[in-house]
């Protein structure tokens, strides 16, 4: 079965820092992955979407990296406020599953002025 | 409507009891599905609907579990004779087609039982 791993549950950064946030995989390699955002009572939301064939995809202050040889996404939030403190999510989509996700469990992101 | 909405937001039953979550989704989306998330966890996948076929229902953990989409809008997610370990929130999902379309989640169903 799929396994995602999300490098913390937590991580806590100062206002202005980048945020870095690690998604890991095992076994079946995705055709897509994505990334959401969950604030608490509320659910994801879609951010960003990174094919198997790109390597890199920007948007705003956010930046996600695929690397299917080390079968690793990385997150990055650049300039960071705390209005970025949520937990994020990374989900993979194998393209083979009718658009079913595959999702982490999220590391929180705390960022402190 | 704006978004993916959901019915009720919360919801208590006691053991045994039979429950009905609601989801409305965005207009014209073809694409259906639910999920459910523990806390502390991500989302799991239970099922999948295009227009009202459902495509994937391996996600069910049990026959106590069922999904419907009758007229390919609307959809109810039933679970009978509920049991403690169905204490979860239950997420509803919609996008325009299946395959590497972003998924539009609603707020949530957030099931205690009793």
């Known amino acids: 079965s799929q396994k995602i791993e999300q490098n913390s549950e937590a991580l806590n950064i100062q206002e202005g820092k980048t945020a870095t946030l690690t998604c890991n995989y095992t076994?079946?390699?995705?055709?897509?992955l994505q990334w959401y955002r969950q604030d608490p009572g509320r659910g994801p939301v879609f951010l960003l979407l990174?094919?198997?064939?790109?390597k890199e995809k920007r948007k705003e202050r956010l930046k996600v990296t695929f690397d299917t040889t080390l079968k690793q996404s990385l997150f990055h939030i650049t300039a960071s406020q705390p209005a970025d403190s949520a937990t994020y999510l990374c989900?993979?989509?194998?393209?083979?599953?009718?658009?079913?996700?595959?999702f982490g469990r999220g590391t929180q992101l705390t960022v402190w002025p | 409507g704006a978004g993916v909405s959901q019915s009720p937001r919360y919801k208590v039953a006691k053991r045994g009891q039979d429950v009905a979550l609601r989801c409305d989704p965005i207009?014209?989306?073809?694409?259906l599905f639910w999920y459910q998330q523990a806390l502390g966890q991500g989302p799991e996948f239970l099922t999948y609907?295009?227009?009202?076929?459902?495509?994937?229902k391996s996600g069910l953990p049990s026959d106590r579990f069922f999904a419907e989409r009758p007229e390919g809008s609307v959809s109810t997610l039933k679970i009978q004779r509920t049991q403690q370990e169905d204490s979860a929130v239950y997420l509803c999902?919609?996008?325009?087609?299946?395959?590497?379309?972003?998924?539009?989640f609603g707020p949530g169903t957030r099931l205690t039982v009793l």
């Open positions: 207009s014209g989306h073809v694409s």
């Open positions: 999902a919609s996008s325009l087609e299946a395959l590497n379309n972003e998924q539009f």
């Open positions: 076994n079946y390699s995705p055709a897509y």
């Open positions: 990174i094919r198997e064939n790109e």
């Open positions: 609907f295009q227009n009202e076929a459902q495509l994937d």
């Open positions: 989900a993979l989509d194998r393209g083979s599953t009718l658009g079913r996700l595959y």
